[in-house]
C-alpha cells in the first residue's frame, strides 16, 4: 500500500478507535477491538496480535490470523528484540532477521510495538505479520504507536 493511502486509511481508524474505546475502560476490550478492526482494514496484516509479559514470558494475549505461538522464547525474535529496546522494531525480511521465531511459515515482514506502563516501562508488544516483504515503514510505526497508547 502506497504511504498516502496508508496515512489515510490510519487516521480514520485511529479516529473510529477513539471513538469506539471510548466506551469501557476495560483493557482486554481494547485490545481485542483495535485488532479486529485493523486486521479486517490493513489487508497486508496477515497476523495481528498482542504478546504480553506473564511471569517473565512472552506470552500471547488475543490475535487475529492464523494460529500463533503461545510463549516466544526468552531474548530471542522480534519481540523480545523490541521489549529490551522499548522501541517499535520493523523487519523488512524476516528470514534476515537472526533468531525470528517464525510462528508461521507464510510470514514475510513483521512490525513489533512496545506496549508500555504508566512510568514508560515495556509490559508487551503489538505484533503484526505480512505475507509480503516489506510491507511495514514509519508510516505504521507513527499510527500504530498512537494507537497502542489508546489502550
Ligand atoms: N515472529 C515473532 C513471533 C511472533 S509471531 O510473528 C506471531 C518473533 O520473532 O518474535
Known sequence: MDKAKKEKRYFRIYEQLKQILSASSFEDAKMATILAVLHHKMEYFFWT????????????????????????????????AAI???????????????????????????????????????TGVLDVDSAEYNSFDEVDAHWLEMIVKLI
Open 49 to 80: 496480535g498482542f504478546y504480553v509479559l506473564h511471569k517473565g514470558e512472552l506470552t500471547v494475549k488475543t490475535y487475529q490470523g492464523p494460529l500463533a505461538c503461545q510463549v516466544l522464547e526468552k531474548d530471542k525474535g522480534v519481540c523480545w
Open 84 to 122: 529490551k529496546s522499548n522501541k517499535t522494531i520493523i523487519v523488512e525480511d524476516v528470514h534476515r532477521f537472526e533468531g525470528h521465531i517464525a510462528c508461521d511459515s507464510r510470514s514475510k515482514s513483521e512490525i513489533a510495538v512496545p506496549l508500555q506502563n504508566s512510568f514508560g516501562k515495556p
